[in-house]
């Protein structure tokens, strides 16, 4: 496990103003004062923080880009805490759940008894995100959110929402995902205070309950009559059971539904306690290395309670993957917990966003008017350019920055711009429904509506069409050189399906069938030479279709050349580019980006990209 803890600033201090709505401090000053000293925002106490912020990964590169990360990060990080990254061990796949106690087990070892005293946030932010393949790179804890005048990662954006918690809580650990935002007040008598597990519920209609946990309270006519009345923003309720992904008949069977209403209580994050953690960590040790998968919510939640059933062992139903000894697993975790406690926080002013397909990175970020309102999103946020409009101002149409950067205001329409630059904004048009993150963009650039583009380089008068992914990584060859990737995609394209041997003409890219993309992208005739000839997992993830660029821009050209050639019906012409494809026994698929990245690079390119907008002319939407 890699661990740090830098001399850096407090958080607030670098964003002042953040989620003050949320955070309901009364001032600016009172926010970023109670940031940097630490204290509880009224001068009269110390305040509580987490102790240890803890990312799982899934293995050890997707921790080694971890730590690169919070290196590249050491100036914005709060110096309160610790930072440890924790990949899962080696072998079969073993669930958010079997991660959860492979971070008890390494906390353990690393703090020994000084656990017991210590509060602990675990995000975690395995996987390889592969409905939104950008952030699969870096990993989903360090997807950008766009709050504040400087950009921020979903791990800060974790860190903030839920630092009102430590001072209310013993010590233990409060799990929670990378892709999940939570907006919330917490006014009233509550606390994380109580033996077992204490978990966050908010109020939904019936029908999201069935794809999501629903808790089964031990008054929920009371609960309801507080909900309706609001006299408070949190309420603690004990519950009897947690259903996972029930129908609407079993929640009413079960008493998860008060007479007279359609409202529920469904999951987000909870806390156990240090003394739960220490069984979880004991049951572990004695059956690790794990062979099945655990659900941290689905296994550990349906556990608890005092009419918690075992039933749910057998029933595979919403399983991922079913292995052979996974109900016997299932039991065994069952028999640990059962027994304990599951307490309940009611977040009756909350809501709750997932941000993690690219429909709805896409929605959220740039028409969802709720989220946008609530969380205080931003259409712009560091963002600038270089050079303003010729007709207002002399000397920059060589790209020349003047002495006065004078903030530009321009009226972005259903956009997300985070961290770009742009040569000449008022040259470019950015269509409705776009999110851009780390991009260079040159002059009279076009971008259609309803696409995703990320660390790209865009030379001049390109053209991107609508509903497109691209992504350009850095990554090393065989041989040893550095190259460029570019990940294209139709926003539409799904990663994870999957086609069977015989039918690999069938899959579909940018709307259409490999059997149809033949000619147009000059596809071998046997298909199945696109793909190693190990893999067994045939979809758009692992398709070698992306050759290797010396060039940043170049690479990402053939990208938008491949999406506007299914686009067009027109055949990309490749000979336009062999002289900046290197040297490569393949072309690359995600896949292979993923094990060839090549982070340093990407860090450095990023950094640099931010340090030139901090002086050009920045833009802000009007």
Known sequence: PFHASFGRRPFAASYPGFCLRRLNYKSVERFTAAKMSGTSGNGSSTRRNFDVIVLTASDN????????QLFSMNHQLPSYCEYVVVADPPGAKIGNGGSTMEVVHVLDEKYGD??????????HAGGFSQRLPHVSVLGKA??????GDRVITCMEFCMDVFSVFPERMVPGIFLCCADVLLDFKHSGDWAFDRPGFTALAHPS?????????????????????????KSADIRMESCRCFLHKPSIEIMKNRGAVAKDSETIFTDSTFFFDYATAMRLCQ???????????????GDFLQALGEESSNAYCSNVANVSKSTSGLVKMRQDVYDILSGTDLHTLLMFQSAFYHIGTTKEYIHHFTSDPVLRRDLHLRSAVEVATVATSAATTSGEGNGEVSAKKAPQCYPFADQCLMACLFEQF????????????????????????????????????????????????????????????TFALGIHDSTKAKAKEDQLHALKYAGKTLNDLSGLLSLPADVRSL??????????????????FASLSTSLSYGVAMLSSVATNSPVNVESFQSDILESPHNYGMADILKNKDTEPLLRWRKDLRARVATSHPLYSA
């Open 205 to 229: 209609p019936l029908e999201i309950g069935t794809t999501h946990g629903v808790f089964v309270l031990k008054d929920p006519e009371s609960a309801i009559q507080a909900f309706r009345e």
């Open 426 to 485: 008022d040259s470019c048009r950015i269509s409705p429904r776009v999110v851009m993150e780390y991009c260079h963009v040159g002059r009279n650039v076009m971008i259609g509506e309803n696409s995703i583009i990320c660390r790209a380089d865009c030379a001049d008068n390109l053209s991107i069409p609508a509903n497109s992914f691209l992504h350009t990584v850095d990554v090393k060859t065989p041989a040893g050189q550095h190259g460029y990737v």
């Open 61 to 68: 590169v997707q921790r080694d880009a971890f730590e690169d």
């Open 531 to 548: 793909w190693p000839a190990e893999e067994s997992n045939f979809s758009l993830w692992t398709i070698r279709l992306f050759p290797v």
């Open 114 to 123: 000084r656990l017991k005293d210590l509060r602990v946030l675990l995000i």
């Open 142 to 147: 360090f997807g950008l959110v766009p709050i």
């Open 283 to 297: 049951f572990y040790r004695q059956n690790r290395p794990l062979l099945d998968e655990i659900d941290a919510y």
